[in-house]
């Protein structure tokens, strides 16, 4: 079975703080696929990032950061100097290779306050 | 246009209404997707439509009918609805690849939100 945890249903910080969402997820497929979307109030996911199981570079755009990590089946998202426009709730997606579900975490509520 | 338009972005109706969701999709994508967000779950996958024909259909209660007459079009039709379906509803597109699911991301909507009163 698959499954994404994201242990951390809010976090609050100060603008100008670095703050890391986790997510963990399980599979038995070989070839999955990783995502992390953004919902601001609007309701729309955005897309961030798309990250391939046999890639485990880390990657970095612009203050965001994600760190892949499959000994520990970890894709964890960094926001660095965080801004109020960074408050939204961040979903953390898998995807096994030949299926079209996606499986999603439960979201984390972030809050940036000025 | 945007990629993915959803109409209307609210609706109320009452349990013995009969009302429909649409989705439409600029982005020349070939599957197109319904989501359920209720409060504090996952989303919900509730179908998949692939090059227009069906492909996933997750245990998803009668009173919900979608259809997808064209790749850019997607419908979800609703009927004697119960009040734990207020929700909202998400539709998104993909890119398929030879045939088959795209690797890539999926694309959303904003969303229909809907109360069931």
């Known amino acids: 079975a698959q499954k994404v945890t994201q242990a951390q249903t809010e976090i609050s910080v100060v603008e100008k703080e670095d703050v890391t969402l986790d997510c963990v997820y399980e599979t038995r497929d070989t070839t999955y696929y990783l995502f992390w979307y953004k919902q601001p109030p609007s309701g729309e996911l955005v897309f961030l990032i798309r990250r391939n199981s046999f890639d485990e570079q880390n990657e970095i755009s612009g203050r965001y950061s994600w760190n892949f990590q499959k000994s520990t089946s970890s894709f964890n998202f960094t926001i660095t100097a965080s801004q109020v426009v960074d408050s939204a709730v961040y979903f953390c997606?898998?995807?096994?290779?030949?299926?079209?579900?996606?499986?999603f975490g439960t979201g984390t509520r972030l809050k940036v306050l000025a | 246009e945007t990629g993915v338009t959803q109409t209307p972005r609210h609706l109320v109706m009452g349990m013995t209404n009969k009302k429909s969701l649409k989705c439409e999709q600029h982005?020349?994508?070939?599957?197109m997707y319904w989501y359920k967000q209720s409060a504090k779950k996952p989303l919900e996958l509730m179908f998949v439509y692939s090059l227009e024909e069906r492909v996933e259909n997750n245990s998803v209660p009668s009173r919900f009918s979608p259809e997808c007459p064209n790749s850019s079009h997607l419908f979800l039709h609703l009927h004697t609805l119960q009040p734990e379906d207020s929700a909202l509803y998400l539709c998104?597109?993909?890119?398929?690849?030879?045939?088959?699911?795209?690797?890539?991301?999926?694309?959303f909507g904003e969303g229909s939100r809907l109360t069931v009163l």
């Open positions: 998104a597109s993909s890119h398929l690849v030879a045939g088959g699911p795209t690797t890539g991301e999926l694309f």
């Open positions: 982005l020349g994508h070939n599957a």
């Open positions: 997606a898998l995807r096994g290779s030949g299926t079209y579900k996606y499986i």
